[in-house]
Nanobody, 119 residues
């Protein structure tokens, strides 16, 4: 099992910045992808950004140039630096991880952290 714990959400004005952190614990040796998803009220959960082995990153179009995903030195922590925040970024943000040892692929989720951007 993998446990994911997020932190860093909060309330910020439009144009501001927040940094989300996610720490993984448990059987993390084969984690090969970590990422951030978000879910706004009445909407489906969507991928925001992910980082895979070799530090390959992927971003949804709406956050490109504003958000940056990165991993800590220990590789069991992932960060999401969010700049130039907009009201439409308001959502619950969830940390996600996948392990290469899981067949079929299994998604591990954190409990979520609220990000609210006021206009």
């Amino acid at each position: 099992q993998v446990r994911l714990v997020e932190s860093g959400g909060g309330l910020v004005q439009a144009g501001g910045s927040l940094r989300l952190s996610c720490a993984a614990s448990g059987f993390i040796f084969s984690i090969n992808v970590m990422g951030w998803y978000r879910q706004a009220p009445g909407k489906q959960r969507e991928l925001v950004a992910s980082i895979a082995s070799g530090d390959r990153t992927n971003y949804t179009d709406s956050v490109k140039g504003r958000f940056t995903i990165s991993r800590g030195d220990a590789k069991n922590t992932v960060y999401l630096q969010m700049n130039s925040l907009r009201p439409e970024d308001t959502a619950v943000y969830y940390c996600n991880a996948q392990r290469s040892s899981d067949r079929p692929v299994y998604n591990y989720w954190g409990q979520g952290t609220q990000v609210t951007v006021s206009s």
